[in-house]
T-cell receptor, first 112, second 115 residues
Framework: DGGITQSPKYLFRKEGQNVTLSCEQN?????MYWYRQDPGQGLRLIYY???????QKGDIAEGYSVSREKKESFPLTVTSAQKNPTAFYLC???????????FGQGTRLTVV | GENVEQHPSTLSVQEGDSAVIKCTYS??????FPWYKQELGKGPQLIID?????GEKKDQRIAVTLNKTAKHFSLHITETQPEDSAVYFC??????????????FGQGTILTVHP
């Protein structure tokens, strides 16, 4: 069953703790993306990766970190430096630049 | 960097009417423009896309038009149905420079189709 999987669906963390969100795809896609979604603000790009071992900052990278050690995995760490981490996080992948991006079902992170 | 503006933020129509959502982009190097539909609590799904060498593309009740000179593109939904109710996002893909491969989204449009 091919697709892009984000886990967990819901995540709760205490303020000041780092947390890592998982994103795995078995579509053999080269490109992967992380977006943050807040009400009324659409999808904002955090980080993206065109190929293994390479990634670029998006528009709101501060307080986040990523790695791309394997083609199928693109984990996102929300660090304690992120001022307002509570949000809905979406991961996407695409075969390459200029092709359809497929989204996971998202992780809703709540920091208390 | 690329900036995508989407209007309107909310759109309410009667079943059977048409709905139009418009987007403008800033980076003339962008050349791929997808539209996504997002239902509550789910990830967005692609409904139609267009590339810069095409002016219009249609898929049943959905069509997208692109004006590269004016840097705007629009989504047209005809004969709307209640199940079309969702949040719709436009996006633009940078194709050159330091932002190569960056997919930027508009702010979204909440479409409500009343039976």
């Amino acid at each position: 069953d091919g697709g892009i999987t984000q886990s967990p669906k819901y995540l709760f963390r205490k303020e000041g703790q780092n947390v890592t969100l998982s994103c795995e795809q078995n579509l053999n896609h080269d490109a992967m993306y992380w977006y943050r979604q807040d009400p009324g603000q659409g999808l904002r790009l955090i980080y993206y990766s065109q190929i293994v071992n390479d990634f670029q900052k998006g528009d709101i990278a501060e307080g986040y970190s990523v790695s791309r050690e394997k083609k199928e995995s693109f984990p996102l760490t929300v660090t304690s430096a992120q001022k307002n981490p509570t949000a809905f996080y979406l991961c996407a992948s695409s075969p390459g630049v200029g092709t359809e991006a497929f989204f996971g079902q998202g992780t809703r992170l709540t920091v208390v | 960097g690329e900036n995508v503006e989407q209007h309107p933020s909310t759109l309410s129509v009667q079943e059977g009417d048409s709905a139009v959502i418009k987007c403008t982009y800033s980076d003339s190097a962008s050349n791929y423009f997808p539209w996504y539909k997002q239902e509550l609590g789910k990830g967005p799904q692609l409904i139609i896309d267009i590339r810069s060498n095409v002016g219009e593309k249609k898929d049943q009740r959905i069509a997208v038009t692109l004006n590269k000179t004016a840097k705007h593109f629009s989504l047209h939904i005809t004969e709307t149905q209640p199940e079309d109710s969702a949040v719709y996002f436009c996006a633009a893909l940078a194709w050159g420079g330091t932002s190569y491969g960056k997919l930027t989204f508009g702010q979204g449009t909440i479409l409500t189709v009343h039976p």
